[in-house]
């Protein structure tokens, strides 16, 4: 994925995956059910910051990261519009992550749809560095099925978006290998989620919330 491309997604606010002020449902789901509890968390691809948000007026200490500078600008305005203290920070999760430090809570929502299978491992190394030991981490990505980008007869590579983004749609089966390929052991697995964005079309996805193991 081009940062450039990203850019200009973000030229103007609102991106069509952006749910203006409701944070991920399932998010919600594992901080008030206390399976997730506050700690220093990074929302990863944070885009214009609304799950970041709703983890720190939940106690969390967050740090959200993004490729995009723009949608980094505008979470830094969200936050202020909320008397929230987070740091955000445009980043490529693909380079070197050290100066982040360790988290206990990291979170995803459909950035692993826009990593391609070529940098997955890569991407997963790094996060298995900047977890810390029994740390979380929640993955949400859209699969094979996922009629809001195609279909299934579409296969794994797909531009159907409203973006024409290159999105990565795998089975499930392959997201959970890729996973457990590192140091993470999946404890909660969501199939078949089904995400709508802001046109009001339907993305079918899976979430994996996995604990890192050593
Ligand atoms: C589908 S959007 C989801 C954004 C946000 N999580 C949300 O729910 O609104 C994926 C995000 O990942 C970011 N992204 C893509 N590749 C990235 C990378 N290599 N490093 C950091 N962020 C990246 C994009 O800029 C975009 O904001």
Redesign the pocket.
């Known amino acids: 994925?081009s940062k450039e491309q990203?850019e200009k997604i973000y030229q103007k606010r609102h991106a069509v995956?952006?749910?203006k002020n409701t944070p991920s449902r399932e998010l919600r789901s594992i901080v008030s059910c206390e399976v997730v509890n506050p700690c220093r968390a990074i929302d990863l691809?944070?885009?214009?910051g609304?799950?970041s948000i709703y983890l720190a007026l939940n106690g969390f200490d967050v740090t959200g990261?993004?490729?995009?500078e723009n949608?980094i600008a505008y979470a830094k305005e969200n936050a202020g519009e909320h008397g929230v203290n987070i740091d955000f920070r445009s980043?490529?999760?693909?380079d070197n992550l050290d100066e982040l430090g360790k988290f206990g809570f990291g979170f995803e929502?459909?950035?692993l749809?826009?990593?391609m299978p070529e940098e997955r491992k890569r991407y997963m190394k790094n996060l298995a560095k900047i977890i810390k030991e029994d740390g979380f981490y929640f993955s949400y990505s859209f699969n094979i099925k996922s009629e809001g980008f195609g279909g299934s007869k579409k296969g794994k590579y797909r531009t159907e978006g409203a973006t024409g983004l290159p999105v990565y749609c795998p089975p499930t089966e392959e997201t959970r290998e890729l996973i457990e390929s590192t140091d993470f052991k999946i404890k909660m697995v969501g199939k078949d989620i089904k995400f709508r964005d802001n046109n009001g079309v339907i993305h079918n996805g899976n979430y994996f919330l996995s604990k890192r193991t050593r």
């Open positions: 994925m990203l995956w952006t749910l691809g944070c885009g214009e609304y799950n990261v993004d490729i995009s949608a980043i490529d999760l693909l929502w459909a950035l749809s826009q990593i």
